[in-house]
């Protein structure tokens, strides 16, 4: 997996997807006891806290035991993993986790958790959403056609292929018998996909850091996963198993990377006015919001109510330029649009006659 991600750009063995980029290791077998001790969560309590946000952490395993009927699931079935990975989601840090091998790919959309909840559906009530990115695997040929063994389901975000990856190996196929320039050409499973979609999304936050900002975890996913973006399986309704990330695509959407430092100006200039409020504060990408009154009554808050709407909703209207996508600018430009029109009908009725 290290090597489908970094491999070092030289002229011996595999070329990485991201091979500039740094790696750390946690393992999650922690004693040679038998049967060893092995724990997914006590590696990531372990590795989350020596991360920050823009990091990408993968996660190379599945469930540590079996379901008996749906066999091997995706690691955060383990609750205790599922809420180190929403901590880790929460600060910044984007998780990538296998969707799990069978011998027959399993339904995640029918499993139950012991209080019977259906916690990988998303078309339930019982759905719950760590923040991570789960990964299927396709065949390699297009168009790409989910493999047998993989599981399947609305959680699934993204696929690549699990199928004839190339990548540096323990087991010496290729090349010669020396592991600095042995590798393989048939490596397989959601483990692989997962380690492609990763680099993938090492590569996005590369971009976006060159930019000045990072992508916040849902961002990323969103746009790894949308289907107007990326790659389709062959017939997506029967594969279940997302898109796969079209690089070119996502970068000419995004145009920019979120949290410009402009962004940001908005909404300190926004909340200074609003001092004494009630006012309004603007959070990229969330809209406008009421925020409660700042410190003591000054400037602003000599004015009515409605007039301070008014104010404020030309200064949404005329910040607006600085937000970097166009459908947000647009957005935040009708925010103020409906800011100002509300504050001038209360005047008006307040006007005798």
């Known amino acids: 997996m290290l090597g489908i991600i970094a491999g070092v750009d030289n002229d011996k063995g595999v070329v990485g997807i991201a091979p500039r980029s740094s790696v750390r290791v946690t393992s999650q077998w ?13 590696a990531l309590a372990a590795a989350v806290p020596k991360m920050t946000a823009g990091d990408v952490l993968l ?7 079996p379901d008996p009927k749906f066999g091997l699931l995706p690691a ?16 910044g840090i984007t998780v990538v986790e296998p969707a799990g091998n069978n011998v027959a790919g399993s339904n995640l959309d029918a499993y ?23 990964v299927g695997a396709a065949g390699p040929s297009v168009p790409h056609q989910r493999l047998p063994f993989s599981n399947y389901g609305s959680r699934i975000d993204c696929f690549a292929w699990g199928w004839a990856i190339s990548t540096c190996g323990g087991f010496p196929r290729t090349g010669s018998s020396s592991p600095q320039t042995a590798y393989m050409t048939d490596f397989a499973g959601t483990s692989g996909a997962s380690a492609i979609v990763a680099g993938a999304a090492v590569l996005l936050q590369s971009w976006a850091a060159k930019r000045g ?19 389709h399986s062959v017939v997506p309704s029967n594969d279940r198993i997302g898109v796969m990330p079209d690089l070119k695509a996502i970068i000419h959407h995004l145009k920019a990377p979120i949290r410009r430092p402009g962004d940001a100006i908005v909404g300190i200039l926004l909340g200074g006015v609003a ?34 709407d008014l104010l404020l ?18 957005q935040i430009e009708q925010s103020g649009a409906e800011l100002m029109r509300g504050a001038i009908k209360r005047i008006t009725e307040k006007i005798p006659g």
């Open 213 to 231: 900002g990072t992508l916040s975890t849902m961002r990323l996913r969103e746009v790894m996963s949308d289907p107007a973006l990326n790659t």
């Open 313 to 330: 909703g030309l200064a949404i209207h005329d910040m607006a330029g600085l937000a970097s996508d166009p459908r947000a600018r647009q």
């Open 59 to 65: 996660i190379e395993s599945s469930s540590i035991v």
């Open 30 to 42: 922690f004693d040679q006891s038998n049967p060893p001790f092995v724990s997914t969560a006590n």
């Open 112 to 134: 139950r958790d012991s209080n019977g909840k259906f916690v990988f559906n998303r078309a339930t009530p019982d759905f719950r959403d760590s923040g991570a990115i789960i």
């Open 76 to 91: 955060e079935v383990d609750p205790v993993v599922f809420d180190l990975i929403k901590v880790a989601t929460a600060s």
């Open 275 to 308: 001092q004494g409020g009630p006012g309004w504060f603007w959070i990229p990408g969330g809209g406008i919001t009421p925020v409660p009154p700042r410190g003591e009554n000054i400037g602003i808050g000599l004015f009515s109510p409605e007039k301070q």
